[in-house]
């Protein structure tokens, strides 16, 4: 079966630009992370899609947003980059929690660099 | 917002011995907390969990103690190995929400 999957891995980019990465679930996932991790930090909450719902958002500016598929596939869009935004973009998916209140982790892909220049 | 801490940015212990990695959390919502496990150039990948009904899971060398009181929750592993070494992120779930702490490098010398 296969994992999550990212495009692409690498992405460089010039200040100002627009930057669309892209993040493939495992089949039958509906939720959908995204993740920053910039150089020397932890992983910082981007984004959050469920059902293709934008369910919740980390602390980031408006510049940073997204959208799920009906395939339950996503996409973050980076506007206006600026240099600090270079980093490792990662996305997660993960099983809706059910009825039965079974526990899920969430499985991520190998991410994206961004390096905007 | 730091819902979720991981106070300590590296850990280094002599392979063999005791790593224990610690994790606080605010959110009296989360009932559900991870471990991943990051290598460099590599995506995390999860390592344990335990839910806010437990206070202790197991699983080989690796066990997760959670103190809902405290809103802290530690990893131990037992005994620690080289290639042990990496970036441990504690996370913490809430109705499918997921928060990440910053991660702790642990280092395990031969």
């Known amino acids: 079966e296969a994992g999550v999957t990212q495009s692409p891995t690498h992405l460089i980019k010039t200040r100002g630009q627009q930057a669309t990465l892209r993040c493939s679930p495992i089949s039958g996932h509906t939720s959908v992370y995204w993740y920053q991790q910039a150089l020397g930090l932890g992983l910082q909450f981007l984004l959050w899609y469920d059902e293709g719902e934008e369910r919740n958002r980390g602390n980031f500016p408006p510049r940073f947003s997204g959208r799920q598929f009906p395939n339950y596939s996503s996409e973050l869009n980076v506007n206006a980059l600026e240099l600090e935004d270079s980093a490792l973009y990662l996305c997660a998916s993960s099983l809706a929690r059910g009825l039965t209140d079974l526990y899920t982790e969430a499985f991520f892909g190998q991410g994206t660099r961004l390096t905007v220049v | ?110």
């Open chain 2, 1 to 110: 917002d730091q819902q979720v801490k991981q106070n300590s940015p590296s850990l280094s212990v002599q392979e063999g011995r005791i790593s224990i990695l610690n994790c606080d959390y605010t959110n009296s919502m989360f009932d559900y907390f991870l471990w991943y496990k990051k290598y460099p150039a590599e995506g995390p990948t999860f390592l344990i969990s335990i839910s806010s009904i437990k206070d202790k899971n197991e699983d080989g060398r690796f066990t997760v103690f959670l103190n809902k009181s405290a809103k802290h929750l530690s990893l131990h592993i037992v005994p620690s190995q080289p290639g042990d070494s990496a970036v441990y992120f504690c996370a913490a779930s809430a109705d499918n929400d997921m928060r990440f702490g910053a991660g702790t490098r642990l280092t395990v010398k031969p």
